[in-house]
């Protein structure tokens, strides 16, 4: 199993900047995590977004980190990581 690409943009890193020290941390670790699994899969809490193709979510904690892969270039982009309630607004 390799290691995929992980990319970031400016509004997922400028909340991961803003939420505190703890979270940031936990928010490291499944980064990392999801860079050797991307995929949905028993144990792993990725669910796609209802109603947007290709846009996948993981859940760490009341946060959700939103996602779209590329499976040919083993890429993962981070579009955008919000609060549980807003995780489904409007990419």
């Known amino acids: 199993m390799s290691e995929w690409t992980v990319s970031v943009s400016h509004e997922a890193a400028s909340t991961l900047r803003r939420i505190d020290r703890t979270t940031q941390k936990r928010m490291k670790k499944a980064i990392d995590r999801l860079a050797l699994e991307p995929t949905p899969g028993p144990g792993r809490d990725i669910r796609p ?18 996602f779209i892969l590329n499976t040919q270039s083993q890429e993962i982009h981070i579009v955008a990581v919000r609060p549980h309630g807003q995780a489904d607004r409007r990419i």
Not at 49 to 66: A, C, H, T, Y
């Open 49 to 66: 977004i209802k109603g947007v193709e290709g846009l996948l979510r993981l859940r760490v904690g009341d946060w959700r980190i939103l």
